[in-house]
């Protein structure tokens, strides 16, 4: 469906016909869509193991700790190789709870033409003050496991697009792949490219025909 409304560039009696996607996007209630950047096949899974991974690293770091401090320290006090053990147990169990962190939380949102980008922390921007709006296709290696369980790189190289938007003081990029590796799926692509039409910035009609044009044919960011 096409609604015609007056033209916020123009102004006046001029007006454009936008679809109602888009017109959502100007409502301060519209609904808030979840984007597939992140771990969306496997999620559940990683943050498992890395926890039972966290949890086993700790233990060892604890003997690796108690043993090196009273190899280095012989003759002095037990509480030294005490306070070594949980050194070493504190430094391993914070990085495998920022990992778990990161990898729980890893996604995007598109609330109307706010674009929200998580990691350890959230970074927000507005697409209708952004002021320039890149999109390009970074190459990334495929990687698999031997036989041996090893990972070893397999030839194969995987393009990534990239969507970077900056507004005064803030940047954020956006991963156009999932970490599990699959293309965002069509749908979120036109959402996205509706809400970059609100932007009135260099790049930002360009990346908007790009997305279009892969959602319609993903072979399009090969060109």
Do not use: K, N
């Amino acid at each position: 469906m096409a609604i015609l409304v007056p033209d916020p560039v123009r102004g006046g009696d001029g007006g454009r016909l936008i679809t109602a996607a888009r017109l959502g996007a100007m409502q301060p209630g519209v609904a808030r869509t979840e984007l597939s950047v992140g771990y969306t096949q496997s999620r559940t899974g990683r943050v498992v193991s890395l926890v039972l991974a966290g949890v086993l690293l700790v233990g060892a770091c604890c003997g690796v700790g108690a043993i090196s401090a009273h190899l280095v320290a012989q003759g002095a006090s037990p509480g030294a190789a005490a306070v070594v053990a949980l050194l070493f147990a504190g430094t391993a169990a914070l990085a495998m709870t920022l990992l778990v962190v990161w990898t729980a939380r890893a996604g995007a949102a598109l609330a109307g033409t706010e674009l929200t980008v998580r990691g350890l922390v959230s970074r927000t921007v507005d697409l209708r003050s952004a002021t320039a709006v890149t999109l390009h296709a970074m190459a990334q290696s495929q990687a698999g496991v031997a036989s041996d369980g090893s990972v070893v790189a397999t030839g194969g190289v995987t393009r990534v697009p990239v969507l970077t938007v900056t507004t005064p003081g803030r940047t954020v990029r956006l991963r156009l792949r999932s970490l599990d590796g699959v293309l965002l799926p069509a749908g979120q692509m036109v959402a996205l490219a509706d809400a970059l039409g609100w932007a009135r910035c260099p790049g930002a009609r360009e990346a908007a025909d790009w997305l279009r044009a892969m959602a319609a044919d993903p072979r399009t960011m090969l060109l």
